[in-house]
């Protein structure tokens, strides 16, 4: 009997060590999920990080580093297992005036900085920022990005030779039908395999991922990038790099919200906002150029490959310096054809159909419609996740001003004897409110005694404090007196501290 206790004891550690223990070590199901999730994002990444360096202005070896470091990095650091971070558009669209201005080694430069700004606005907790952020921006977040990624593979379909057309086709519709025989192997690895063994044993000559850039032919090398330390180098690279460190987190913090909901799990936002800082230090001391949160191949891994831990980001970038190096002739040869079928088939598993319903339509307020709207418009007009998420939100919020300040209403009761009259305010007292409520009161027919009862209301800034404090002068000037009752406690020490004391009432 004495041994039960020691045996407990010693099973404790065990059980610890079996909950702590990652799905994927214990599952074969998950492990393999995990590996063919990895696979196929890395093969998808891979035109995606030269195109982005195109755009950047940098070499293609540079976002393929910068897609290695951020995804094995994140992988580790990050806050949301499965979500992938790598080189993006929106970062190079960022950085590359910096990169054409004044060459790689400023730019490397801003991304480490950016990461160090990432690191200190996490640590600062603007991840509690995205509360803010309404549901109905967050649909416009979603489908303007499944518009986005639709209209860049579009431009892979024009001035294309026509057997391109077809493989399309036959690869939308591959990824279609085989989850039908089988889930075991995803659909897209099957349909990039397909369509890549067809064109290269039949001939066919269509755009490759070769044709994009060349392909790295060994691992980065660290170093400190090739810039003064100076006062100016700080100031040129500043703007930049918090610039970048914004439309960064932004990104990421949204994609990670996205996921949450898809997966029906939480996230630490906080420790994610950190990560990606963490992410981007690494990945500039390896020369490369910066990231965030890829929406488009974290789509492909957690909603398209089913993807749910860290092992599938960290195999996403280690798999892509391996078929960068390892199998790079053969990587060239996978037709663009096979990875724009699979971003359209993204692109259509991201939007969200249901919102433009005619039936949620007719029961969606006009001013959650107008938002989504406006969140849409912004980001493909301008290309801009951060800009089209920034007017959503500014949106939303002036609409919902509007739609509180309504709702203060002021009711006046006479005592029978005529020397009281009780002043009812009910609602939300903020600046765009209680602007209108000194005209809801009859200064001059009013009796001597005036009370006014905010028991149903609540007093939110200074705007509604000076309000009350001319209500009150108005009535002193004709000799009347004013009480004021009801005030709930934040109200009232909002109202005792401010009362008197500001100008103009």
């Known amino acids: 009997m004495s041994s039960s206790p020691a045996r407990a004891s010693a099973a404790s550690p065990s059980a610890w060590a079996a909950r702590l223990r990652p799905d994927w070590l214990t599952d074969p199901k998950v492990w393999r999920t995990e590996v063919l999730a990895g696979l196929v994002v890395a093969l998808a990444l891979i035109p995606e990080a030269i195109s982005f360096s195109i755009i950047a202005g940098v070499d293609p070896a540079i976002g393929l580093f910068a897609s290695f470091t951020m995804a094995v990095t994140i992988a580790i650091v990050g806050g949301r297992r499965a979500m992938i971070s790598a080189a993006t558009g929106a970062v190079a669209l960022v950085i590359a005036p910096l990169n054409r201005e004044h060459g790689l080694g400023y730019l490397v430069a801003a991304v480490i900085l950016a990461g160090v700004f990432q690191v200190i606005l996490g640590a600062l907790g603007v991840a509690k920022l995205m509360r803010f952020i309404p549901r109905s921006v967050m649909v416009g977040f979603v489908n303007a990005l499944a518009v986005l990624i639709f209209m860049t593979q ?105 996921v949450d909901d898809i997966t029906d799990t939480r996230s630490d936002k906080t420790r994610e906002s950190i990560g990606q800082g963490i992410a981007n230090i690494v990945t500039g001391f390896f020369g490369g150029m910066g990231g965030c949160a890829m929406i488009g191949q974290t789509m492909i891994n957690v909603k398209v490959s089913g993807a749910r831990t860290r092992l599938s980001t960290f195999l996403a970038g280690a798999f892509l310096m391996v078929l960068c190096i390892v199998f790079g002739p053969v990587v060239s040869d996978i037709p663009m054809a096979a990875l724009v ?94 602007n209108e409520l000194v005209g809801r009161f009859d200064y001059a027919s009013d009796p001597d005694r005036v009370v006014i009862d905010l028991s149903a209301a609540h007093v939110w800034d200074a705007s509604s404090v000076a309000v009350l404090d001319t209500i009150e002068t108005k009535y002193a000037q004709r000799g009347k007196t004013v009480e004021i009752t009801g005030l709930n406690d934040p109200s009232a020490n909002l109202h005792g501290r401010l009362s008197g004391e500001l100008a103009g009432h």
Do not use: Q
């Open 341 to 434: 079928a699979v971003m359209v088939m993204v692109c259509f598993a991201t939007f969200d159909w249901h919102s433009i319903a005619p039936k949620t339509l007719k029961r969606m307020p006009v001013g959650e419609i107008a938002v989504m709207v406006i969140t849409v418009v912004c980001v493909v007009a301008t290309h801009n996740l951060a800009v089209g998420v920034v007017a959503g939100s500014v949106t939303a919020m002036v609409i919902f001003a509007r739609r509180v300040a309504h709702h203060a209403e002021v009711t006046a009761v006479t005592d029978p004897d005529g020397t009281t009259v009780v002043y009812r305010v009910t609602g939300a007292l903020f600046f765009a409110s209680s």
């Open 154 to 258: 579009v431009s892979e379909l024009r001035n294309v030779p026509w057997a391109v057309y077809p493989l399309v086709a036959a690869g939308l519709l591959l990824m279609l039908f085989f989850p039908k025989i089988t889930g075991v192997i995803p659909a897209p690895l099957v349909s990039i395999a397909i369509l890549t063994a067809v064109t290269v044993a039949a001939g066919i000559a269509v755009p490759t991922v070769g044709d994009k850039g060349a392909l790295p032919s060994s691992l980065p090398v660290p170093g400190l990038p090739d810039v003064p330390f100076t006062t100016d180098t700080l100031m040129t690279i500043a703007p930049y790099a918090f610039a970048m460190a914004l439309v960064g987190l932004m990104e990421s913090l949204m994609t990670a919200k996205l």
